[in-house]
């Protein structure tokens, strides 16, 4: 499967952003939907991710109750709606694609990834 990013930009403290990542090739519905980031100077982190069929979602404590993760089997996309921005939500943020039957957060389980979009959030 390939993965298309997209949707990141500079937004102030406090606002909202949708970030998309887009699939292409082998069944969308394979594939368990991840989103991690990275911050200058630090390592790659999980985010949010959410099932094969949709049911579930597994987010980081860090974006508890202000992200939310979606997707459209129709479209083959999954959204990543980003409300109440903090500057520390700053990084580069990637979409990854797992075809394993269990949920992970670990990076190591995601073999298909996406090129990043950046997000800054200017305080």
């Known amino acids: 499967v390939q993965l298309q990013a997209s949707g990141g930009g500079l937004v102030q403290a406090g606002g909202s952003l949708r970030l998309s990542c887009a699939a292409s090739?082998?069944?969308?519905?394979?594939?368990?939907m991840a989103w991690f980031r990275q911050a200058p100077g630090k390592e790659r982190e999980f985010v949010v991710l959410?099932?094969?069929?949709?049911?579930?979602?597994y987010y980081a404590d860090s974006v508890k109750g202000r992200f939310t993760l979606s997707r459209d089997s129709a479209k083959n996309t999954v959204y990543l709606q980003m409300n109440s921005l903090k500057p520390e939500d700053t990084a580069v943020y990637y979409c990854?694609?797992?075809?394993?039957?269990?949920?992970?957060?670990?990076?190591?389980?995601?073999?298909?990834w996406g090129q990043g979009t950046e997000v800054t959030v200017s305080s």
């Open positions: 090739g082998r069944l969308f519905s394979s594939y368990t």
């Open positions: 990854a694609a797992d075809d394993s039957p269990s949920l992970a957060t670990m990076i190591e389980r995601y073999d298909y």
């Open positions: 959410i099932s094969r069929s949709g049911k579930s979602t």
